[in-house]
Nanobody, 117 residues
Framework: QVQLVESGGGLVQPGGSLRLSCAASGFIFSSYVMRWYRQTPGKERELVARISAGRSTYYTDSVKGRFTISRDNAKNTVYLQMNSLKPEEHGVYYC???????????WGQGTLGTVSS
């Protein structure tokens, strides 16, 4: 079955960096679009970044120039490098993929990024 396991969250000061990883299994990773979402306190879950099978990328406006999404198909892993983190970006970061055949969204358990001085 499909599994997505995030890691790399932690405590960082404003302006600091975190690198998140999402290890995937149970599907042909290289063929799927992979996404990172975040849920910050009091807000709905939002799409942060997306990378296609062909490695084209999308970023929400607020993270452009600071975050980088990448994938390693040999390791079935997608990454999110987050630099210059802001306190309002504290929250849980989720890995996601969507199976168009089964019309099913798959989510990891999330990893907490705490941005605080």
């Amino acid at each position: 079955q499909v599994q997505l396991v995030e890691s790399g969250g932690g405590l960082v000061q404003p302006g600091g960096s975190l690198r998140l990883s999402c290890a995937a299994s149970g599907f042909i990773f290289s063929s799927y679009v992979m996404r990172w979402y975040r849920q910050t306190p009091g807000k709905e879950r939002e799409l942060v970044a997306r990378i296609s099978a062909g490695r084209s990328t999308y970023y929400t406006d607020s993270v452009k120039g600071r975050f980088t999404i990448s994938r390693d198909n040999a390791k079935n892993t997608v990454y999110l490098q987050m630099n210059s983190l802001k306190p309002e970006e504290h929250g849980v970061y989720y890995c996601n993929t969507f199976d168009p055949v089964g019309s099913t969204d798959y989510w990891g358990q999330g990893t907490l990024g705490t941005v605080s001085s």
